[in-house]
């Protein structure tokens, strides 16, 4: 029986859920794959925590290079940037193939650790940076390497789409419903890198470069989070048939790229829109293959535990069975990012309730080649802000236009002298228009 030596540096949530699952399930994953998959090392700093699962002591370290030592495939689960990007550097200079779910290091710094990876010929596993559980870099990586990617659209973080899907179902403010995530557990006291969009950036910069195939820099990514979301909005999107989500999205239009995360509306009757809860998913669509679909729980020690053992499964079937090293094609033509999306929007204007007013914003819209695809009833607008004030909202939906067009726009609106309070704009996902 051929034989695969496993360590794990880090025994967190996800490390703890790595060993329980190598050392339970080792009989299973031997008998589908004909290897032995021996675990010999599990570094952490404190061994004094208490764990869901107990580590046998003979296991243990303390020192993550008697993993490097004795590893033929090394899991970083330790998080962070400055160590965690240290410690795959070295095992990819030793030769050893590596593991991580580490998405924050690999969107931010990936080149070089990618880059290191391919010229030692190691494997480089991250099946466990991006939604969790559900298999979505395998399916760019192999199950899709035929298609041309022609978008990504994905709920990628779980603790955003509670919060909305409570916003949705319950009529919470946004501070409610992220209170309420808090006491679940499912949001951390400092929110900001899920509530603020981070955590998707992160996780779509990883699939654009694999669907592109050639590195996506970050700081090129648009980023807009939920924090300012009105559940005024949320009610008006749902009279309209919208759902209102944090879409990750990456698309190819014209030979540019847009890769962004932001509030999005979607029709309510798409499967996107049903994604509720705590849930991820992932819709991808190729030339050939179409649209498909990836769902399943985003976070948490078991599932995420079950991507990153199927990547220490690939690895060794590459040590010992010579399978291939995916790679990114870093000759390919550099990526042209824009940030001048192409989409619907949802435009909310706070006016006097007087004639003349609509017309005054559509000429001014009309002037950016903005056309106006539908205006809520002034009446259903008013009862949902519950609003008997002289000042009530007035609801636009465009057909799909240039943002830049549509942001010069707004500020030619906020200098009339009918608009009072920051327009809102929410960006709307659907191809009917």
């Known amino acids: 029986m051929e034989k695969v030596k496993v360590g794990v540096v880090g025994c967190g949530t996800v490390g703890t859920g790595t060993v329980k699952l190598l050392l339970e399930n080792a009989s299973v994953i031997e008998q589908r794959t004909g290897i032995r998959f021996e675990l010999v090392k599990v570094a952490d700093r404190d061994w004094d925590r208490p764990r869901p699962f107990e580590v046998p002591e003979r296991l243990r370290t303390t020192d993550y290079r008697e993993v490097l030592k004795e590893a033929d495939v090394v899991v970083e689960l330790v998080g962070g940037k400055e160590f965690a990007k240290k410690l795959l550097l070295e095992a990819i200079e030793l030769g050893k193939c590596t593991v991580t779910a580490n998405k924050h290091l690999l969107a931010e710094e990936g080149r070089e650790i990618f880059r290191a990876a391919q010229k030692r010929g190691v494997f480089l596993g991250f099946e466990a940076a991006v939604g969790g559980g559900i298999p979505v870099i395998k399916a760019l990586r192999e199950g899709l390497v035929g298609n041309r990617i022609k978008s990504i659209l994905g709920i990628l973080n779980g603790t955003t789409n509670y919060i909305l899907t409570r916003m949705y179902e319950e009529g919470l403010s946004f501070e409610e419903a992220l209170n309420e995530a808090r006491r679940l557990g499912y949001a951390e006291a400092d929110p900001t890198l899920d509530v603020d969009g981070w955590d998707a950036a992160h996780k779509i910069t990883l699939l654009a470069t694999l669907a592109y195939g050639s590195f996506v820099e970050f700081s090129s990514v648009f980023v807009e989070g939920i924090r300012k979301v009105e559940h005024l909005d949320v009610e008006l999107g749902k009279e309209l048939g919208y759902t209102l989500k944090l879409l990750a999205i990456a698309k190819e239009r ?52 079950s991507a990153v053992v199927s990547d220490v499964v690939q690895a060794g079937v590459f040590l010992r069975k010579g399978g291939l090293v995916p790679r990114v094609d870093w000759s390919g033509r550099p990526l042209k990012l824009t940030q001048n999306f192409y989409s619907r929007y949802y435009l909310r204007f706070s006016v006097p309730d007087r004639p003349g007013v609509l017309a005054a914003v559509a000429r001014v819209l009309a002037d950016f080649n903005i056309s106006i695809a539908s205006v809520l009833q002034k009446e259903k607008a008013c009862k949902i802000a519950g609003n008997d004030s002289p000042v009530v909202p007035l609801v636009i939906l465009t057909h799909k236009a240039y943002e830049q067009d549509v942001r010069k726009a707004l500020e030619r609106v906020k200098s009339l002298p009918v608009v009072e309070k920051e327009p809102v704009l929410i960006r709307v996902e659907e191809e009917a228009y």
Do not use: C, W
């Open 254 to 305: 014209d030979g540019e790229v847009e890769v962004r995360v932001h509030p999005t509306f979607i029709p309510s009757d798409e499967a996107l829109a049903k994604v509720s809860g705590v849930y991820n998913a992932v819709m991808i669509e190729g030339d050939f293959v179409g649209k498909t679909m990836f769902y399943g729980q985003g976070a948490g020690s078991l599932p995420t535990a």
